[in-house]
């Protein structure tokens, strides 16, 4: 697998449901290639796997630490894993 290819699960907390945070973090994922999926939680978060290139995946990441202009994050929880070889990005 490239060794470029990096993997993160992002837990986000605060006011990131219905203000179109999966949908902004979807496009921008697209825009810089980046895989993996994005979905809201029972508990009011968000969570995300993103996988690609590790600048990409950084960019994203670092998106997530504010989120769209509605929304309000108020802590963000970030775990390494194991690249899958993921492709495509989707909102669950």
Do not use: C, K, Y
Not at 41 to 52: F, I, K, N
């Amino acid at each position: 697998m490239n060794e470029d290819l990096i993997r993160r699960r992002v837990t986000v907390s605060g006011r990131v449901q219905g203000v179109f945070f999966r949908d902004s973090a979807r496009r921008r994922a697209d825009a810089h290639g980046v895989a993996g999926w994005i979905a809201n939680r029972p508990d009011g978060a968000v969570e995300a796997v993103l996988e690609g290139p590790s600048e990409a995946v950084e960019r994203l990441e670092r998106f997530m630490h504010t989120g769209p202009p509605q929304a309000g994050v108020e802590h963000v929880e970030v775990a390494e894993e194991d690249p899958e070889g993921l492709s495509g990005f989707e909102i669950r």
